[in-house]
């Protein structure tokens, strides 16, 4: 790690636009999810309408999600994002564990599982070995690690073009199976709409993302003013985005057709161009991972540099590189253990991404209901009106706590459900193990 007091500076530097956090906005949130959910979705949702209307319920319910960062960021505009929210409303300790659980399982995690979805696609053009895919994810971390230590200019640069070629993609996807759909096919009869719930469990998975903007907010030019729009901008660009692609999925192939595929993206591709088609969407999936990976490697170590000025155990991640501007240690430290769960996953679950998502998601929903807890503590603290106050409060808040409480007990039903296997169970218990470890590691770092 980099320790010379000559190449650091004391803080982040006002090098973002609003364009560039709408940018890493969006690429955090259009991941894999637009190629795998809508297929479960349509199966579990009664006729086309329905199916609709449920990806426009997740961008709704996301706005509101981002209406109350707005206001959390217009109050406390600092790098750090749910970590400085949770501290300044919940205190020292639950931000301190939420710091930890982010830097071992929530973000790391995340990073891990999209890059594994990155390797699978990237196996279909030229495969690497029995552990392709587990290779491939490993140097898509090094890689993009490597150019977010080399500096934040450079960084945004290459997630501005890696997204402007995914959106193209995706809005061409959208206008051929429009276009050249073929006859839709109806879904199931008797199937009576599945179950809805779980329906939207996978489009709140898919919208999941948006709340990385946050953590630009020490680095955002004006962000009192600017958080707003870069929030409320992002979800309002994919929810438009996602409602294309999925009325496109619907004319190409019918709800019963999307139900029945388990490579939706694909098989419209392949109406429109055959199996080169098939190819074009695999190369379109790769620069998806890959803008989500950059996305989530710039904006995870911003938590851990947050960290490691507040606590000395952690002095050396409060180092900021100012030569290109960027949180260094924090990279290289979040880099390394994303690299250990890649090599754990992969030699523990036949699914690396299935196995990261389940290691993951109770510990970050957990954490996303305490930050919606907290704009109300910080309203009660603190009744002076902030820069930006969110809209028909306490509804909207109340709105994105109640989703976040049930994304949660969702998460929880790996360990309680045994449908679902004792595989996924014991990832569950993992990520909760290693999120309470970091209690007695608080009260050491605290005495420290």
């Known amino acids: 790690m980099e320790s010379d007091a000559a190449t650091m500076s004391s803080s982040p530097k006002q090098l973002l636009s609003v364009t560039d956090g709408v940018f890493l906005s969006v690429g955090m949130v259009i991941g894999v999810g637009i190629f795998k959910a809508p297929s479960i979705v349509a199966g579990n949702t009664?006729?086309?309408?329905?199916?609709?209307?449920?990806?426009?319920?997740?961008?709704?319910?996301?706005?509101?999600?981002a209406l109350v960062y707005a206001e959390l960021s217009s109050r406390h505009p600092e790098t750090g994002g749910e970590y400085?929210?949770?501290?300044?409303?919940?205190?020292?300790?639950?931000?301190?564990?939420?710091?930890?659980?982010?830097?071992?399982?929530?973000?790391?995690?995340?990073?891990?599982?999209?890059?594994?979805v990155f390797g699978e696609y990237a196996s279909e053009v030229l495969r690497l070995g029995e552990q392709s895919a587990a290779i491939y994810a490993a140097l898509s971390v090094v890689a993009l690690t490597l150019l977010n230590f080399a500096g934040t200019l450079q960084s945004?640069?290459?997630?501005?073009?890696?997204?402007?070629?995914?959106?193209?993609?995706?809005?061409?996807?959208?206008?051929?199976?429009?276009?050249?759909?073929?006859?839709?096919?109806?879904?199931?009869?008797?199937?009576?709409?599945?179950?809805?719930?779980?329906?939207?469990?996978?489009?709140?998975?898919?919208?999941?993302?948006?709340?990385?903007?946050?953590?630009?907010?020490?680095?955002?030019?004006?962000?009192?003013?600017?958080?707003l729009k870069i929030l409320v901008g992002g979800i309002v660009a994919?929810?438009?985005?996602?409602?294309?692609?999925?009325?496109?999925?619907?004319?190409?192939?019918?709800?019963?057709?999307?139900?029945?595929?388990?490579?939706?993206?694909?098989?419209?591709?392949?109406?429109?161009?055959?199996e080169q088609g098939a190819?074009?969407?695999?190369?379109?999936?790769?620069?998806?991972?890959?803008?989500?990976?950059?996305?989530?490697?710039?904006?995870?170590?911003?938590?851990?540099?947050?960290?490691?000025?507040?606590?000395?155990?952690f002095e050396k991640l409060g180092n900021w590189r100012e030569s290109g501007s960027t949180p260094a240690n924090a990279l290289v430290l979040q880099g390394a253990i994303t690299l250990v769960l890649i090599v754990a996953a992969a030699m523990t679950a036949r699914d690396g991404f299935d196995a990261m998502v389940a290691y993951t998601a109770p510990v970050f929903w957990t954490f996303f209901l305490l930050t919606g807890i907290t704009l109300f503590v910080l309203?009660?603290?603190?009744?002076?009106?902030?820069?930006?106050?969110?809209?028909?409060?306490?509804?909207?808040?109340?709105?994105?706590?109640?989703?976040?409480?049930?994304?949660?007990?969702?998460?929880?039903?790996?360990?309680?459900?045994?449908?679902?296997?004792p595989k996924f169970g014991n990832l569950v218990l993992a990520g909760l193990l290693v999120m309470l470890a970091g209690i007695p590691l608080y009260w050491f770092a605290r005495r420290k």
């Open 379 to 421: 309203r009660y603290k603190s009744p002076a009106p902030a820069e930006f106050k969110v809209p028909f409060y306490p509804v909207t808040p109340l709105v994105f706590c109640t989703m976040c409480g049930f994304m949660l007990w969702k998460a929880l039903a790996y360990i309680f459900n045994p449908a679902y296997g």
């Open 156 to 227: 945004k640069t290459l997630q501005k073009v890696m997204e402007i070629v995914l959106i193209v993609g995706l809005v061409f996807l959208a206008v051929a199976g429009m276009v050249v759909g073929s006859t839709p096919k109806p879904a199931a009869a008797g199937s009576g709409g599945g179950d809805f719930l779980f329906a939207m469990m996978f489009v709140f998975f898919t919208f999941g993302g948006w709340n990385e903007a946050a953590y630009l907010a020490g680095e955002v030019r004006e962000p009192r003013r600017n958080m």
């Open 46 to 65: 009664a006729g086309g309408m329905e199916f609709l209307f449920a990806w426009l319920l997740g961008g709704v319910v996301s706005l509101c999600g």
């Open 279 to 313: 190819q074009l969407l695999a190369i379109i999936v790769c620069i998806s991972a890959l803008t989500t990976i950059n996305a989530a490697v710039f904006t995870g170590a911003r938590t851990n540099f947050a960290m490691g000025r507040d606590y000395p155990l």
């Open 84 to 116: 400085t929210f949770i501290a300044h409303g919940l205190g020292r300790g639950a931000a301190f564990l939420f710091a930890w659980s982010r830097m071992t399982v929530i973000q790391t995690g995340a990073i891990a599982a999209v890059a594994f």
């Open 238 to 274: 994919v929810t438009v985005l996602y409602l294309l692609v999925n009325i496109g999925y619907l004319v190409a192939l019918g709800q019963g057709g999307i139900a029945d595929s388990k490579a939706v993206g694909a098989d419209v591709m392949r109406l429109v161009a055959g």
